[in-house]
């Protein structure tokens, strides 16, 4: 039976040395991470990751797959040296639970920042990230043979304050195969995965740069690029983020191409073309690998701190007081007010939309749509267009609609023009267009050809495919 909660803190765990439990750090997928104090052996006292697997499931097959994933990883990271990838010291078993010690990492994950700042993160600090993410994507893929490591996007590079980056999660990585034709599973995450992840052929160097340029996409735009097995191509980045550079945007679109041939041949040329974007970039320091004391020595008590050298002082004359002539006393302020241009209501400042008729006094945020289900769906779409039609492909009349539900929908729930999503100055709206099956809100069905005001939040299901409303 597998379990359920994470481990105790204080906890003592015995590979090659002892480790103690201090927090957890956080979990996803497969596994725990905590922070760990190293007890035994040589660097007592300092902190590590510990990760944890933990298959959620009764299902032997599907818990073999996790502990190969697993080894892999392991198998993969212990190989490997090199300042953007952490260090690994330990591997060991314990109560049929496996676990990895490795480097603790200082800082958070770029989704992280992504959901701090709610907006679309700096063009400058993006592309100083991208050009480390291809020196360690360099060094992977010119191994022999080579690592691919086909799970490249935001949540799996860690960055600290200085800058410095750390590519996590080797879960899923594999080395390139020569005359091999696909691989044998197709994994990666929707939004990142390039279109050969989907069983078109095998992975290569290529499918991680697809990986990179799309994780640019999403921190530029604070949106992810739509997934490629849609028959639609993304929209451009700057449509997203109009402030972009053409050469960003033409970086992006270069490494995002869904023809291998079209993308950069490796991740030196691409470096270097970022490189060329960035005049005066000098490298991020990159984090120590020495490991962080628990209690960091403090100076000793009786260390005196060396003196600044004295600096000759120059007197100055005090300055002449002045005295200023009564002044009338200030006329009380007018409260400024916003008026409304639809219907000349006066407002508060503050307010964002006029209290008197709802006129919007901002733009309405982006949105996108999250894909709920089917569960093994775990992407986003961002709604670039007004009206954004929702439906089913037909390739031999020539129509694609916005969001192409087919690949989710073989039974045929979803009518060619089933519905669509309007932006308006107050809001979103979604409508049925008289499709045959209905379009559904919060479960509640909606009238046809009658617009309903979206909320942050809503779900709104088609046939079997559900998705989520996000406003950003």
């Given at each position: 039976?597998?379990?359920?909660?994470?481990?105790?803190?204080?906890?003592?765990?015995?590979?090659?040395?002892?480790?103690?439990?201090?927090?957890?750090?956080?979990?996803?997928?497969?596994?725990?991470?905590?922070?760990?104090?190293?007890?035994?052996?040589?660097?007592?006292?300092?902190?590590?990751?510990?990760?944890?697997?933990?298959?959620?499931?009764?299902?032997?097959?599907?818990?073999?797959?996790?502990?190969?994933?697993?080894r892999?990883?392991?198998?993969?990271?212990?190989?490997?040296?090199?300042?953007?990838?952490?260090?690994?010291?330990?591997?060991?078993?314990?109560?049929?639970?496996?676990?990895?010690?490795?480097?603790?990492?200082?800082?958070?994950?770029?989704?992280?920042?992504?959901?701090?700042?709610?907006?679309?993160?700096?063009?400058?600090?993006?592309?100083?990230?991208?050009?480390?993410?291809?020196?360690?994507?360099?060094?992977?893929?010119?191994?022999?043979?080579?690592?691919?490591?086909?799970?490249?996007?935001?949540?799996?590079?860690?960055?600290?304050?200085?800058?410095?980056?750390?590519?996590?999660?080797f879960?899923?990585?594999?080395?390139?195969?020569?005359?091999?034709?696909?691989?044998?599973?197709?994994?990666?995450?929707?939004?990142?995965?390039?279109?050969?992840?989907?069983?078109?052929?095998?992975?290569?160097?290529?499918?991680?740069?697809?990986?990179?340029?799309?994780?640019?996409?999403?921190?530029?735009?604070?949106?992810?690029?739509?997934?490629?097995?849609l028959?639609?191509?993304?929209?451009?980045?700057?449509?997203?983020?109009?402030?972009?550079?053409?050469?960003?945007?033409?970086?992006?679109?270069?490494?995002?191409?869904?023809?291998?041939?079209?993308?950069?041949?490796?991740?030196?040329?691409?470096?270097?073309?970022?490189?060329?974007?960035?005049?005066g970039?000098?490298?991020?320091?990159?984090?120590?690998?020495?490991?962080?004391?628990?209690?960091?020595?403090?100076?000793?008590?009786?260390?005196?701190?060396?003196?600044?050298?004295?600096?000759?002082?120059?007197?100055r004359?005090?300055?002449?007081?002045?005295?200023?002539?009564?002044?009338?006393?200030?006329?009380?302020?007018?409260?400024?007010?916003?008026?409304?241009?639809?219907?000349?209501?006066?407002?508060?400042?503050?307010?964002?939309?006029?209290?008197?008729?709802?006129?919007?006094?901002?733009?309405?945020?982006?949105?996108?749509?999250?894909?709920?289900?089917?569960?093994?769906?775990a992407w986003e779409?961002?709604?670039?267009?007004?009206?954004?039609?929702?439906?089913?492909?037909?390739?031999?009349?020539?129509?694609?609609?916005?969001?192409?539900m087919?690949?989710?929908?073989?039974?045929?729930?979803?009518?060619?023009?089933?519905?669509?999503?309007?932006?308006?100055?107050?809001?979103?709206?979604?409508?049925?267009?008289?499709?045959?099956?209905?379009?559904?809100?919060?479960?509640?069905?909606?009238?046809?050809?009658?617009?309903?005001?979206?909320?942050?939040?809503?779900?709104?299901?088609i046939?079997?495919?559900?998705v989520?409303?996000?406003?950003?």
């Amino acid at each position: 039976m597998p379990r359920e909660k994470p481990l105790a803190v204080d906890t003592v765990l015995k590979g090659k040395d002892e480790y103690r439990i201090k927090r957890l750090v956080g979990g996803g997928g497969m596994a725990w991470v905590y922070q760990v104090e190293k007890v035994s052996g040589p660097n007592a006292g300092s902190l590590w990751a510990l990760k944890e697997l933990r298959p959620q499931t009764q299902d032997p097959d599907t818990q073999a797959h996790a502990e190969n994933l697993f080894r892999q990883e392991v198998e993969i990271l212990q190989k490997l040296s090199h300042p953007n990838l952490p260090q690994v010291i330990d591997f060991f078993e314990e109560q049929g639970r496996s676990y990895l010690v490795m480097e603790f990492i200082w800082g958070e994950s770029l989704e992280k920042r992504l959901e701090g700042a709610q907006s679309p993160l700096m063009e400058r600090q993006v592309l100083q990230w991208a050009v480390q993410i291809c020196e360690v994507l360099d060094y992977l893929h010119t191994r022999r043979p080579p690592i691919i490591f086909r799970d490249l996007k935001p949540s799996n590079i860690m960055a600290n304050n200085a800058g410095a980056i750390k590519l996590v999660d080797f879960g899923i990585a594999r080395t390139y195969k020569e005359n091999k034709l696909q691989d044998t599973i197709a994994l990666g995450s929707e939004n990142y995965a390039a279109p050969e992840q989907w069983g078109q052929a095998q992975t290569d160097p290529r499918s991680d740069l697809y990986g990179l340029g799309a994780t640019m996409y999403h921190l530029l735009a604070n949106m992810p690029p739509s997934p490629a097995f849609l028959p639609s191509e993304p929209q451009p980045v700057n449509v997203l983020n109009s402030a972009l550079s053409p050469e960003t945007v033409q970086i992006v679109s270069k490494a995002m191409a869904r023809r291998r041939e079209d993308r950069y041949a490796s991740a030196a040329e691409m470096k270097k073309a970022l490189l060329e974007v960035l005049p005066g970039y000098t490298p991020a320091v990159q984090p120590q690998t020495v490991p962080q004391s628990v209690a960091p020595q403090s100076a000793a008590p009786n260390a005196v701190a060396p003196r600044a050298a004295p600096q000759t002082q120059i007197r100055r004359p005090a300055p002449a007081t002045v005295v200023k002539p009564a002044q009338a006393a200030a006329p009380p302020r007018t409260r400024k007010m916003k008026v409304c241009p639809r219907c000349r209501h006066h407002n508060d400042l503050t307010v964002r939309f006029c209290i008197r008729c709802g006129y919007a006094f901002v733009g309405i945020r982006p949105a996108v749509l999250r894909v709920v289900e089917p569960v093994r769906a775990a992407w986003e779409m961002p709604v670039h267009r007004s009206p954004f039609m929702l439906g089913r492909a037909r390739p031999e009349e020539g129509y694609r609609p916005d969001f192409d539900m087919s690949f989710y929908d073989p039974d045929g729930y979803v009518s060619r023009r089933h519905a669509h999503i309007l932006k308006a100055r107050n809001g979103y709206f979604v409508t049925d267009l008289g499709s045959s099956n209905g379009t559904y809100v919060n479960d509640q069905p909606l009238t046809p050809q009658k617009p309903r005001l979206l909320r942050n939040g809503d779900q709104i299901a088609i046939g079997e495919v559900v998705v989520q409303f996000l406003m950003r």
